[in-house]
């Protein structure tokens, strides 16, 4: 009995040992095979990842020349525009000019315009006094005037004295005069009868050419071209002002004011010749000019307290 025993516990661990051996074989040829598996993808990897990096060179290079073909291109198409614009602006219709811009030439050569200030400065100094040696003087608006008109042209020699009150700063009066005749809406303001007015050239500091349109009676429109020139002293300053026709044929007023302190008191002169117009006659040239000044005054004094020149463009 008990060699029938032992001999069963012999085959019992026979077996035990023969399936554990067989168990063991399995795992170790399934570690295996997975081992395998597992280099296996590691090589796939390693390849794919050298064939994902030589595919980058091309590409690269591909998007450069993509990059620069489109550089390439919007310049191109940048010049391409640029003859566009040119061949439709040589076959556009031409547009009209502003009349300022048909201007004679001559008012933007510099030399010209002085030499018309000279010309007229010596003009006026000339032919005034002796026009108006034997007038009368009258009061016209609190301005004394004194005219004649001789030949077609007026003569005015015309004097107002603002009185010890008015304000003596030269300099300031001088800078909101000339504001004036460099701003549209202040001209306008000061001159009722001017229905449009341009500055087309500033020669210097002290010198301008501007164009204006004057409203005449029944209702005719003049275009005249002015040269206005000022210079500043130390107890004042003058300044001239020439109305020329449109072809500068003639010049149709020539004025020039004075503004300067004189025994304490300010006093404004002007001295003019004028031309009369067919259009006005020639007895209301004279209050026609007055008018203006003491509007200009009435216009300017509330700013500068009388402290201003003035100038007559008829």
Known sequence: MTILTNEALERRRARKRKNTQAWRLKEHQLMESL?????????????????????????????????????????QNAKLREALARRQALFALPTQLPPFRLADPRLYDNVFLLHQVEATLQC?????????AHAHPEMLRGWSTKHACNGGLVYVDATCSLGPDASTDMQSACDAHWEVF?????????????????????????????????????????????ILYKIRFRDGFHSCCMSFAPDLSEITTCTLMKYAIVHGSVVAQALSRSSVPR?????ILV?????????WLDQISPRVDHNTEFTVAL
Do not use: G, W
Request: charged residues 30%; contains cysteine.
């Open 124 to 132: 006026l100094s000339e032919t005034v006094p002796p026009a108006l």
């Open 35 to 75: 081992r395998q598996q597992v280099e296996a993808l590691e090589r796939q990897l390693r390849k794919d990842a050298e064939v994902r990096t030589t595919d980058l060179v091309p590409r690269s290079s591909e998007l450069e020349a993509l990059r620069q073909q489109e550089t390439m291109l919007t310049q």
């Open 279 to 283: 259009h006005l006659d020639s007895t």
């Open 182 to 226: 460099n701003d549209k809406e202040l001209y306008s303001q000061m001159n009722a009868h001017a229905l449009d007015y341009k500055v087309i050239h500033r020669a210097h500091d002290d010198m301008l050419v501007a164009c204006s349109t004057i409203l005449f009676p029944d209702n005719v429109l003049v275009t005249r071209y002015m």
């Open 287 to 295: 209050p026609r000019m007055i008018e203006q000044l003491s509007k």
